[in-house]
């Protein structure tokens, strides 16, 4: 049983999400839980230094929270046919939006997160700057992040930008090879250097281990020289037209080369690409 947590603020950009999710494994048995935080606001305050009661808390956040995931959970029943394989269970927070999901992965033996990620101004803007950035860097479990404009299609490619450095522990990969087998998908791993240059020892040494670790699947290496490696990445994934991008949140310099780009509003491959951050496990 996959236990999955799907943190929503009620948008459409969070219900896209949701329902990728729900498409996504629909074969396989899950417990979804949907998972949303209130912050608290001085107004309940009214400027006074005092922290609310549970009674307060209760009417003013919980309880009208509580409401909105019914009709989420209403809404889901709705658009989607019966599924045995899956049971849905609904949670409200308030206050710090990481601690929570935090808690919640912990407590619930959470296995992925699946978040929603919003505005085409770019990916800067989005990791930086919301939730599902704050999760991606802050909160240690594999995140699948679904863009607003992504809709669910079968999983035939996955694309893996790396640098062939790897700093992790190869078990880390788990969650990949694992869709990859159920989705029966394909595997490209993806080398972009800024220039012209021969693999070092200990780079051709880890292409070869991600050769052998991922063996039981179709994969295949791709090597890309461009100045800009996320142009590269952005033109890998739409020739190919991949289904989804992963990256591994520990390999920062290389991650943050591909996400934290300057020129944000030039870069568009993931306004429609969902993207999976595999983190290692405390």
């Known amino acids: 049983m996959k236990n999955i947590l799907l943190p929503t603020d009620f948008s459409e950009n969070s219900w896209n999400a949701i329902k990728y999710a729900i498409q996504f494994f629909e074969k396989e048995a899950c417990n979804f839980y949907l998972l ?3 912050r608290l606001s001085n107004n309940i305050m009214d ?14 956040y919980t309880k009208p929270s509580k409401q909105k995931l019914r009709k989420v959970l209403k809404r889901i029943a709705n658009n989607f046919l019966p599924n045995k394989n899956h049971r849905f269970y609904s949670l409200t927070d308030y206050d710090f939006f990481i601690e929570s999901v935090r808690k919640h992965v912990l407590e619930k033996n959470i296995d992925i997160i699946v978040m929603g990620t919003k505005g085409a101004s770019g990916l800067k803007k989005i990791i930086v700057g919301s939730n599902t950035g704050d999760v991606i860097t802050k909160v240690k479990c594999t995140t699948l992040a679904v863009p607003e404009k992504a809709e669910f299609t079968k999983l035939k490619e996955i694309a893996f930008p790396t640098d062939f450095s790897l700093s992790y522990d190869i078990q880390i990969l788990q969650p990949l090879s694992d869709m990859l087998e159920k989705h029966e998908a394909a595997l490209r791993i993806l080398h972009v250097s800024k220039k012209k240059a021969n693999l070092n020892i200990e780079q051709k040494r880890n292409s070869e281990l991600l050769d052998d670790y ?6 295949s ?8 490696i996320e142009d590269a990445i952005q033109c890998f994934a739409e020739i190919r037209n991949t289904d989804m991008m992963c990256m591994v ?8 080369q591909i996400l934290f780009h300057s020129k944000v509003e030039e870069i568009s491959y993931h306004t429609e690409t969902p993207f999976l951050v595999l983190h290692e496990k405390n």
């Open 214 to 219: 991922f063996n039981n699947v179709i994969h």
């Open 36 to 38: 949303h935080v209130n």
């Open 47 to 60: 400027g006074s230094p005092y922290v609310a009661s549970e009674e307060v808390l209760e009417a003013v």
């Open 249 to 256: 949140a520990k390999n920062l310099n290389y991650f943050q």
């Open 221 to 228: 290496f791709h090597y890309l020289t461009n100045a800009k």
